[in-house]
T-cell receptor, first 115, second 113 residues
């Protein structure tokens, strides 16, 4: 079975700073997908960024980028120039390539951006 | 294009009752997954439906069931409610089972008293 661990329950930074959220996972699969989801107070989960394990290049989406270390089974999210609207719960998630649309989530990191 | 719609948004039920939650996926999406979110257990996969067939089920008791209709709308049912079933239930839809981009609804907050 796959497990996802987020070791930082809460983080807080000032607006415009850069912040990195950590995620490690455990799997015996060789090919899979990794995701970061954001859940603001509205409760709706929003996909932030996606990484295919078979791609060596780290994914980027505007201010969001990941550091994917496959051998270390590490998948951190970096938010640059943080904004007040980035305040939310952030979840790291794993999905096997084969099989059902089943996301395995970490416990989440509550990120607060302070003005 | 309308997003994933979950109804109702809030629900209060009494122990022992049953409840049905509804999820309308994005138009054209055929895969619907359900998740339970609680402070203690976090986000846990319940089940996934595609073309009216359950493709995978999480580790939940048989009191939790679901179905999908020909228009891809899905319902989940919880019978004989327990206090521990109080949670946010999230539905996600995607184009197909191989498409990894899942779009979530805003969830149904179920409180069991």
């Amino acid at each position: 079975a796959q497990t996802v661990t987020q070791s930082q329950p809460e983080m807080s930074v000032q607006e415009a700073e850069t912040v990195t959220l950590s995620c490690t996972y455990d799997t015996s699969e060789n090919n899979y997908y990794l995701f970061w989801y954001k859940q603001p107070p509205s409760r709706q989960m929003i996909l932030v960024i996606r990484q295919e394990a078979y791609k060596q290049q780290n994914a980027t989406e505007n201010r969001f980028s990941v550091n994917f270390q496959k051998a270390a089974k590490s998948f951190s999210l970096k938010i640059s120039d943080s904004q007040l609207g980035d305040t939310a719960m952030y979840f790291c998630a794993f999905m096997k390539i084969q099989g059902a649309q089943k996301l395995v989530f970490g416990q989440g990191t509550r990120l607060t951006i302070n003005p | 294009k309308a997003g994933v719609t979950q109804t109702p948004r809030y629900l209060i039920k009494t122990r022992g009752q049953q409840v049905t939650l509804s999820c309308s996926p994005i138009s054209g999406h055929r895969s619907v997954s359900w998740y339970q979110q609680t402070p203690g257990q976090g986000l846990q996969f319940l089940f996934e439906y595609f073309s009216e067939t359950q493709r995978n089920k999480g580790n939940f008791p048989g009191r939790f069931s679901g179905r999908q209709f020909s228009n891809s709308r899905s319902e989940m049912n919880v019978s004989t409610l327990e206090l521990g079933d109080s949670a946010l239930y999230l539905c996600a839809s995607s184009l197909s089972t191989t498409n990894t981009e899942a779009f979530f609804g805003q969830g149904t907050r179920l409180t069991v008293v």
